[in-house]
């Protein structure tokens, strides 16, 4: 990837780049339609590796810098959690939903209930794991661990059947033990010309000496592989610790316009953004994942270092993608 942008938690704008992550292997896209009891699905078939950050690329390694997808490249269509915890049919670990995605129709969605990935998402092969123990409803979750190793983890995917110009998407989040300050990234969507949107995490827009909190909800729009110039939005609302958060997203690549976030249902407040760069049209989006990069540290207390205590552990549940708004279950 290019380079982190810099301190956009502090600033509308940052210096440094980030690029859309890149798959280094290609994976088969099996058809469907999105729903009936799949833990993952898509109305796709083929096949192919894709750049996140690119169109059309396939199996091409990205720059290494500080904030690498390098990672990216190292990534399994499946992963299987353990069947001697699968438990009885039916039972939760987490709400009453069990399988957020079964009898939806949306484009793509993952509820990991069947505990694991199947294409034509595919998922980084360390420190990743389909688990049993901390799902937001059902009884799976995806697990990104060792995060003060700052790896790069994503769930991804190179297609975006039924999808356009406009992303609607909902997943459930869980940081523990809090959201670092540093400036990272958890979505990441990107278009036909290597521009793309973020959903992030750092610092607050505002910083109180007397009242500091953990990391909060950012808004990014990135031009091309690069990443700069960029069009980042912090905010003042936290993001909840060792809690589980309905996190909702619309990306207007059709206007266009910058992001927009929900936490809970309640829109997060973005800082006005900078004036340049001029947010351009999207025209298609062809390539999503969710996961983690942190571009500084992962302290709870600094932004640009990892003095504890620090990020360790992040869970992702129930995604879902489409053109319309889908909610929270």
Not at 33 to 61: E, L, P
Not at 160 to 183: C, E, K, N, Q
Not at 196 to 220: I, K
Request: hydrophobic share 35%; charged share 15%.
């Amino acid at each position: 990837m290019g380079k982190a942008p810099d301190q956009v938690g502090m600033s509308g704008s940052a210096s440094g780049s980030a690029s859309g992550a890149t798959s280094g292997s290609s994976s088969g896209a099996s058809s469907g339609d999105g729903s009936a009891g799949s833990s993952s699905s898509a109305g796709v078939s083929g096949s192919g590796g894709a750049a996140a950050g690119t169109a059309g690329s396939s199996g091409s390694a990205a720059p290494s810098s500080d904030a690498s997808a390098s990672g990216l490249g190292d990534t399994t269509s499946t992963s299987d959690a353990s069947e001697a915890s699968a438990g009885q049919d039916g039972q939760s670990d987490g709400g009453a939903v069990t399988a957020s995605c079964a009898g939806t129709t949306h484009p793509l969605c993952v509820d990991f209930e069947d505990g694991k990935v199947d294409p034509p998402w595919t998922l980084s092969a360390n420190d990743t794991a389909i688990e049993t123990g901390n799902a937001a409803h059902g009884r799976y979750a995806l697990h990104l661990s060792n995060l003060k190793s700052h790896p790069t983890l994503y769930l991804q995917t190179p297609k975006m059947p039924g999808i356009t110009d406009v992303l609607w998407g909902r997943f459930y989040l869980y940081m523990s033990p809090a959201a670092p300050l540093g400036h990272g990234d958890i979505v990441r969507a990107n278009d036909v010309n290597t521009n793309w949107y973020e959903v992030g995490f750092a610092q607050p827009g505002t910083l109180n000496a007397a009242n500091p909190t953990t990391g909060c909800y950012l808004s990014d729009w990135h031009t091309g592989v690069s990443g700069v110039p960029e069009k980042g939005q912090p905010s003042q609302t936290v993001i909840p610790a060792a809690k589980y958060a309905c996190v909702e997203f619309y990306f207007d690549g059709a206007t266009p316009a910058v992001g927009q976030v929900w936490s809970d249902g309640v829109e997060v407040q973005l800082a006005t953004p900078p004036a340049t760069p001029v947010v351009q049209k999207a025209v298609q989006f062809v390539s999503f994942a969710i996961g983690i990069t942190l571009y500084h540290g992962d302290s709870l207390v600094n932004y640009n270092d990892d003095t504890p205590p620090d990020l360790t552990d992040e869970w992702l549940d129930d995604i879902a993608l489409d053109t319309t708004r889908i909610g929270c279950l």
